[in-house]
């Protein structure tokens, strides 16, 4: 009972804050019921339940900044980034300096776009299995010090995200260089990637 009042609050209160500041979704209950079924099923899966608790937090904070946009917190750096980019990386083509993003726009390789795809969807879970693989080989310490340098990168990367919001390329790209706050999402070139496979993968997650 020490150990699961905790749990069973906790969670409720991420379910309760969640559905009051940004909408309840189905991933939000997932991650409660698989929280819920480590934790309950055996004292060998609750402490798994535990540790993993880095990673369900890094869950929690990056969907959380929904809360508070970070253009409430400072302005948006558009131009600045876009021109930045440009005089650093700028490719020529024809007789105009494009950034990359706008360069392969027009000259892509289908090869590129796929491992590109894979290699964005790769970001979280492979650390997740990576994980996972350390703490089931007996790597407890080694795991313990994995998970909680990858929250704190993470959210170090949060942080940067409201210090300094940046537009992406493809904004200035569609919409030039003044802000649009209710701008929709947008794939840009990983539809690529979606043609590629005949599913729509990043269209789910940014359309």
Do not use: Q
């Not at 698989?34 to 990056?62: C, H, T």
């Not at 959380?64 to 005089?87: C, F, T």
């Amino acid at each position: 009972m020490r150990e699961s009042v905790p749990a069973v609050v906790g969670t409720m209160l991420f379910l309760i804050l969640t559905a009051l500041c940004i909408g309840l979704r189905p991933e939000h209950l997932l991650m409660a019921v698989v929280f819920w079924a480590l934790f309950f099923a055996g004292k060998a899966s609750r402490k798994l339940a535990v540790a993993l608790l880095p990673f369900f937090i890094f869950g929690i904070s990056y969907d959380w900044m929904r809360v508070y946009p970070n253009y409430m917190v400072s302005p948006i750096d558009i131009k600045g980034l876009y021109e930045a980019e440009k005089s650093l990386f700028g490719l020529s083509f024809g007789d105009v300096t494009l950034i990359p993003c706008e360069y392969f726009a027009l000259n892509h390789c289908s090869t590129a776009d796929f491992l590109a795809g894979i290699f964005y969807l790769c970001w979280v879970p492979v650390p997740i299995a990576f994980g996972l693989w350390l703490y089931l080989k007996g790597y407890r310490s080694v795991y313990l010090r994995f998970a909680l340098v990858f929250l704190l990168v993470n959210l170090i990367g949060f942080a940067g995200y409201y210090i300094h919001p940046a537009a992406p390329p493809w904004y200035a790209m569609n919409y030039g260089f003044d802000p649009v706050l209710d701008t929709p999402g947008n794939v840009a070139g990983l539809r690529r990637f979606d043609e590629l496979l005949g599913w729509a993968v990043f269209d789910s997650i940014y359309g």
